[in-house]
């Protein structure tokens, strides 16, 4: 008698949530032992906000901003072991982690014309993934609510602000005082504020997401967790 062993269904993940929650971390991780994609979508909002601060767009200027949004040729590269972000060509990876970066990103993709750019994106990246059979792990703030509302499954992870601000002050080394903590709270809280009243696709939790609190949990809890939610999709 002869057995096949069938290959996992492909499947496409949305996991969202606001700064800090473990997004990246978990996505990348459980993407890497499941052998699926990655996909980054903050990473592209920054690569995009990096194009305009570069060609001295200000960021506040939304019909300059709208009038650019086609311009730059943004490219994402979605193995989780080494995910890569590239603009017109120039690897972003680094400078889109930068202060001034981080702090034009909100207002930059508040803007429709760059959400309907990205999300654009974003869509034919997962279509691949799921065609090649390897299915694909999306991270951002709208995936499970506007970019893949018919993902296989959905996300959603939280912690609270004083636990995202310790692990973002962790990241950046060096003494962790109650002043710097109280800053890197403020900044989170303020992009999150950003990003959840924004009028277009703002960060959300989709009604059909399963939510996660992260607080309490090792980063390699979530992942283990996340990948026996995503098994079990595979093998429904
Ligand atoms: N469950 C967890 N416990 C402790 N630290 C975590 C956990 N998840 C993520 N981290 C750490 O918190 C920081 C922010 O995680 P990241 O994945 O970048 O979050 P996000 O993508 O949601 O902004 C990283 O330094 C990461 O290693
Ligand atoms: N799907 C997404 C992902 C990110 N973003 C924007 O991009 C910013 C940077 O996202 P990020 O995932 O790199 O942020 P952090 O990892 O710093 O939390 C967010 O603050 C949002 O303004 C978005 O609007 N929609």
């Known amino acids: 008698m002869r057995t096949t062993v069938s290959a996992p269904t ?3 993940v949305a996991i969202d949530g606001p700064s800090g929650t473990g997004k990246s971390s978990t ?3 459980v993407a890497a032992r499941l052998g699926m994609a990655y996909l980054d ?3 592209q909002y920054r690569a995009i906000t990096w194009w305009m ?3 001295g767009i200000d960021p506040a200027d939304t019909a300059e901003v709208a009038a650019a949004a086609e311009k730059p040729e943004i490219v994402s590269g979605t193995d989780p072991l080494a995910p890569t972000i590239t603009v017109d060509g120039t690897d972003v990876s680094t400078p889109i982690r930068g202060a001034e970066v981080t702090g034009a990103v909100s207002a930059v993709s508040a803007v429709p ?3 309907a750019r990205i999300t654009g994106l974003q869509r034919s990246i997962a279509a691949e993934a799921a065609r090649s059979g390897a299915g694909i792990v999306v991270e951002g703030r709208d995936i499970g609510t506007t970019v893949l509302p018919d993902a296989d499954l959905k996300i959603f992870l939280t912690a609270s602000p004083e636990v995202r ?3 973002r002050s962790g990241e950046l080394g060096g003494p962790q005082d109650a002043a710097r903590l109280a800053a890197t709270r403020a900044d989170l809280v303020r992009r999150d504020t950003a990003d959840s009243s ?3 696709s703002p ?3 989709a009604a059909d997401a399963v939510e996660l609190d992260t607080a309490d949990l090792t980063l390699e809890q979530v992942i283990e967790r996340v990948g026996a939610m995503i098994e079990e999709r595979r093998s429904a």
Do not use: C, D, F
């Open 165 to 167: 601000a310790a692990r």
């Open 53 to 55: 601060l570069t060609r």
């Open 27 to 29: 996505s990348k991780g």
């Open 10 to 12: 492909p499947v496409v």
């Open 198 to 200: 924004r009028t277009a």
């Open 113 to 115: 014309e760059i959400r």
């Open 203 to 205: 960060l959300a939790r």
């Open 41 to 43: 979508t903050g990473a």
